[in-house]
């Protein structure tokens, strides 16, 4: 596992083209520019890492594109030490996002695979998730609700009720909803039964995949 100074000038690229794309959120910045992600890669990959642009991971599943983890991450609005959720950890890129801004990170991942992958990686590079589980995202983490803040990183066909339910009063639940292109939607919990709902742009996700194997 390598960081050479290569790496790091071409991170510094990448944050100035997220920048360029509008994200404004220093810390969020910041993480970009120090997260190694070509580790969070596979080798045939590496070249890309810097690009902004989603790679294929494992189990046909994708890291995604740095100015999509960024304007989900701005979304969030972390301050340190809030209780987030995160849907599909993945190669734990953005699980590493959200460590770097002083959350508390609970993530699920569905696929074993990745499960087992990316759970023994980020301690390795220092990142330690409060908990990651294998299990299915649409449930969300009831035991641990609630979150201050839940990020959905799968394309959603519908909004899941419980990941509502386990939002903080002034929680923000950030989720791509659609089928073949997604509407970025941020929820905020106004009350116990009211949410404030505002749709931001379209992005391409993976699926968020229902409980079938
Ligand atoms: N945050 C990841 C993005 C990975 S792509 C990263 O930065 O790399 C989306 C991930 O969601 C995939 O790993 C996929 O397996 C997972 N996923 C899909 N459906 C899910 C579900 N129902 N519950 C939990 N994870 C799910």
Redesign the pocket.
């Known amino acids: 596992m390598k960081d050479t100074f290569k790496h790091k000038g071409l991170r510094q690229q990448l944050v100035q083209v997220v920048k360029a794309k509008g994200i404004t959120n220093n810390s969020v910045l910041e993480a970009i520019g120090k997260i190694p992600r070509h580790l ?1 890669m596979d080798s045939s990959f590496l070249d890309h890492a810097y690009q902004d642009k989603a790679f294929p ?1 494992a ?1 046909d ?4 594109q740095p100015y999509t ?1 960024a304007f989900q991450t701005e979304l969030m609005q972390i301050k340190r030490g809030d209780k987030v959720l ?10 590493a996002v959200l460590c770097e801004l002083g959350a508390k990170v609970y993530s ?4 074993q695979e ?1 499960f087992k992958k990316t759970s023994k990686f980020l301690p390795k590079l220092g990142y330690r998730a409060k908990k990651l589980i294998f ?4 449930k969300g983490m009831v035991e641990e609700a609630p979150f201050k803040s839940i990020i959905v ?2 394309g959603a066909p519908f909004v899941p009720k419980p990941l509502l339910a386990q939002l903080d009063i002034g929680g923000r639940l950030v989720i791509p909803v659609g089928d073949t292109v997604q509407t970025m939607t941020l929820f905020v919990r106004k009350g116990p039964k009211a949410f404030e709902k505002t749709e931001f742009g379209e992005f391409r ?7 079938k194997n």
């Open positions: 969070f991971i189990a599943q994708t890291i995604s983890v995160e849907i599909g950890t993945g190669s734990g890129y953005q699980t699920i991942e569905r696929q990745l299990g299915d995202g649409y990183t799968a996700f993976v699926p968020l995949l229902e409980d």
